[in-house]
C-alpha cells in the first residue's frame, strides 16, 4: 500500500513569491494535515483538512491557506513569501474516527527554501 | 492546555547500550499517545503507539507503557544499533485533530 506522498521534493523561490505545496493521503484516508518543521521551532500545527472542509488551523497568518480535493488530496498555498517560511513541510493522513482522530501517517515532506 | 515535554539532547550512546528516552505529558481526557522518529532528511515514521492507560507499544525492539498515574510514556531500548541514530518525538492526539509533540531528543549511537 503506498504511503503519503508529497511534491515537490524541495521548492526554491524568492521573497514575496507564492509556493503551492501537494499532498496525496494513503488510500482510504480523508483528513489530511500540513506542519511546519521550521530549524529551531520543532513541529508546528499548520491545517486540518476533512471530506474537503478545513477543520482547524494552527496559529499561523491568513497567507497560509489550502484546500482538500474530492479525491481527498490536498494543496498547500503560502502566499507573499517570507525568509522565514523557510523550512520542511510535513504532511500526514489518517482516518478521522472517534472523538480524536486516528493515527497520522507522514509523507517525506517538502523542503522550502525562501531566498 | 495540552502539552508534550522530553528530555533534552543529544544523546550519545555506544552499540548495545540500553537506551532511554523520557516523554511526559498534559493532557485533558483519553489521548492517545505516539512515538515517531526521523531520520536524516526524511519525514517523520511511526514508531509505536499506545491508546490507553497502561497499553504499551511495541515496535523493532522499542516498547513504551502508556502510564495515567505519572503522566509519562518513556521510550525503552534494550540494545540499541547505529542505525537507531534520529530524532525521535513523542506526540499526543487532541480533539482538534492535531499532534502535540515534544521538541525532539537527538540520538547517535557510535560503533
Known amino acids: 500500500e503506498a504511503g503519503v506522498t508529497q511534491s515537490p521534493t524541495h521548492l526554491i523561490k524568492t521573497r514575496g513569491q507564492q509556493a503551492t505545496l501537494r499532498c496525496s493521503p494513503i488510500?482510504?484516508?480523508?483528513?489530511v494535515y500540513w506542519y511546519q518543521q521550521a530549524l529551531g521551532l520543532g513541529l508546528q500545527f499548520l491545517l486540518w483538512?476533512?471530506?474537503?472542509?478545513?477543520?482547524n488551523r494552527g496559529n499561523f497568518p491568513p497567507r497560509f491557506s489550502g484546500r482538500q480535493f474530492p479525491n481527498y488530496s490536498s494543496e498547500l498555498n503560502v502566499n507573499a513569501l517570507e525568509l522565514e517560511d523557510s523550512a520542511l513541510y510535513l504532511c500526514?493522513?489518517?482516518?478521522?474516527?472517534?472523538?480524536?482522530?486516528?493515527?497520522?501517517?507522514f509523507g517525506p515532506g517538502t523542503r522550502l527554501t525562501v531566498l | 492546555g495540552n502539552s508534550v515535554t522530553q528530555m533534552e539532547g543529544p544523546v550519545t550512546l555506544s552499540e548495545e547500550a540500553f537506551l532511554t528516552i523520557n516523554c511526559t505529558y498534559t493532557?485533558?481526557?483519553?489521548?492517545?499517545l505516539f512515538w515517531y522518529v526521523q531520520y536524516p532528511g526524511e519525514g517523520l515514521q511511526l514508531l509505536l503507539k499506545?491508546?490507553?492507560?497502561?497499553d504499551k507499544g511495541s515496535n523493532k525492539g522499542f516498547e513504551a507503557t502508556y502510564r495515567k498515574e505519572t503522566t509519562s510514556f518513556h521510550l525503552e531500548k534494550g540494545s540499541v544499533q547505529v542505525s537507531d541514530s534520529a530524532v525521535y518525538f513523542c506526540?499526543?492526539?487532541?480533539?482538534?485533530?492535531?499532534?502535540?509533540f515534544g521538541q525532539g531528543t537527538e540520538l547517535s549511537v557510535k560503533p
Open positions: 500526514a493522513s489518517s482516518l478521522a474516527t472517534g472523538v480524536y482522530t486516528d493515527t497520522q501517517y
Open positions: 488510500s482510504g484516508h480523508t483528513s
Open positions: 483538512y476533512d471530506e474537503g472542509e478545513e477543520r
Open positions: 493532557a485533558t481526557g483519553y489521548p492517545s
Open positions: 499506545a491508546t490507553k492507560a497502561d
Open positions: 506526540a499526543l492526539s487532541s480533539l482538534e485533530g492535531k499532534l502535540i
